[in-house]
């Protein structure tokens, strides 16, 4: 109670019942509720934690060996990826699909191996040209399939065909390399 | 021989020792740590009123005032496992919480260019409207003066706190407090002097 003001004393209200009530009903509600805002929030923080984290984690134990303390993370990462992916056994099922053409194994294309041969298939021979040829172009077309035969044969000059007779099969030891897409094409 | 008789009788300070004045909100204080529903209840059938009082005087407007009290009460409910004190410092504490509300509400009138006195309508109807907000008078004369001068003018002459009990509230001293309360006291009472 202000004497020196007593103007101050219009300020003095009190708090009407229904106001009252609904404000011990809301402290009620805050008293028995409210710890679930700050568990939600630690949640949330827990959870950001562990998506950050996690990988780290992940990346840590790939390097790890058997007795090491993220072995069994690098184990259930293992379990858990998808079996196409690559792992360190290099391994992989179907890698080589998943190369860029640049990076394949042009051997398999170009120089079939020997077990691929059908028995009693005619022996292939090599395109040579109909029409007749300079003795560099045929010396060049000799030197191609020399290249193509198997490092380990045993080059028999009686068996090497004349430059002179074109079209002649060779009586070679190994057989010629079947002729290409391409060289099957310039055939007439 | 009596050595009792022969040592000089010391001098014992009889000190007057008084038995601190116990508060109203001392034994709800425990209450209030625990969390106990009753004990918010008793602070606050204790408390209500002198804070509405206050934020009344602080912002002109009393449905903003009700929910000032009802979110410092809000507040003490969060934080009430770390509150640490006795009564007084229980009412300190309330009385503070309620400030920075206000001081919250005055930027964002600032921001939003409200004024209570704004919405007075020219001719009252209703006792309600003529409640809830100050008298004119009254609002013009308590904006003159500072923020500061204007809490401490409300926490002693309508809150009838101490001049301890202020420096709790304002977290200064007493010395400062008593000093921002004779200018506000000075200011107002020549305000409302030319009111008159």
């Known amino acids: 109670m202000s004497q020196q003001f007593p103007e101050l004393e219009r300020v003095r209200v009190e708090m009407p019942d229904e106001v009252r009530d609904r404000h011990l009903a809301s402290i009620s509600r805050a008293l028995h509720g409210k710890r679930t805002g700050r568990t939600r929030f ?16 992940a990346l840590a134990a790939e390097r790890t060996g058997p007795g090491d303390l993220l072995y069994p993370i690098r184990e259930l990462v293992e379990r ?47 395109v040579r040209e109909t029409t007749p040829t300079t ?28 430059s002179d007779e074109p079209g002649t099969s060779q009586t070679t030891l190994r057989p010629e390399a079947p002729p290409t897409r391409e060289q099957r094409a310039d055939r007439p | 021989m009596d050595h009792a008789l022969l040592l000089p009788a010391k001098r014992v300070r009889i000190s007057r020792v008084t038995p601190t004045d116990a508060h109203p909100l001392d034994r ?37 005032a009700e929910d000032m009290v009802q979110q410092a009460f809000i507040e003490l409910v969060e934080s009430a496992h770390q509150f640490r004190g006795d009564g007084k410092a229980l009412r300190a504490w309330l009385f503070r919480s309620v ?47 500072t923020e500061r001068q204007r809490t401490v003018i409300l926490l002693r002459h309508v809150g009838g706190l101490s001049g301890h009990e202020m ?30």
Not at chain 1, 42 to 57: M, W
Not at chain 2, 124 to 132: E, G, Y
């Open chain 1, 42 to 57: 630690r949640l949330l923080a827990i959870a950001a934690v562990l998506v950050l984290l996690l990988p780290v984690i």
């Open chain 1, 80 to 126: 858990v990826l998808p079996s196409g992916a690559p792992t360190t056994s290099g391994e992989p099922a179907d890698s080589e699909d998943l190369l860029p053409p640049v990076h394949r194994d042009r051997s398999s294309v170009d120089r079939p191996r020997r077990d691929q041969e059908v028995e009693g298939s005619p022996r292939p021979e090599p």
């Open chain 1, 135 to 162: 003795s560099q172009q045929q010396r060049d077309d000799r030197s191609d399939d020399h290249d193509r035969r198997d490092v380990t044969e045993v080059e028999d000059e009686t068996t090497r065909p004349s």
């Open chain 2, 28 to 64: 709800h204080v425990d209450g209030v740590r625990n969390r106990s529903e009753q004990a918010f209840r008793a602070v606050y059938l204790a408390m209500a009123n002198d804070l509405l009082s206050f934020a009344f005087g602080m912002l002109g407007d009393r449905r903003t």
């Open chain 2, 99 to 145: 400030r920075y509300g206000c001081l919250d509400e005055y930027r964002r009138r600032s921001r939003h260019r409200e004024y209570p006195s704004d919405r007075l309508p020219e001719r009252a109807h209703h006792d309600d409207v003529i409640s809830r907000y100050l008298e004119p008078n009254l609002q013009r004369a308590l904006d003159s003066l």
């Open chain 2, 167 to 196: 420096a709790r509230v304002m977290k200064t001293t007493r010395k400062a407090v008593y000093g921002v309360l004779a200018r506000a006291e000075g200011n107002l009472r020549q305000v409302l002097r030319e009111e008159s």
